[in-house]
């Protein structure tokens, strides 16, 4: 598994609580010097990788609630409109 590339909201949660572990993990203070940077590593991506999903949630965001210019509204063309037509 890439942790750089979140591809999916379960994703996300399960790299937030591994985050999470890991920093509840150093902040005990009770790993060794070697497990505490391998375990710093695997943080960093893992937060880069939420970052990285947080940034591109955003800018989806962004995208669907941008009004675009050229965008002109148009009549509906429903139901009522084909009874009156009859």
Do not use: H, Y
Request: hydrophobic share 35%.
């Amino acid at each position: 598994m890439n942790e750089d590339k979140i591809q999916d909201p379960k994703q996300f949660e399960a790299s937030l609580q591994a985050l999470e572990t890991i920093v509840d993990q150093l902040e005990r203070g009770d790993l060794t010097l070697e497990a505490s940077l391998a375990a710093f590593e695997q943080g960093i991506r893992l937060s880069r990788g939420c970052q990285q999903a947080l940034e591109t949630a955003e800018q989806r965001i962004r995208i669907l609630s941008e009004a675009s210019v050229e965008a002109e509204p148009e009549p509906f063309s429903g139901t009522a409109d084909q009874a009156q037509s009859d």
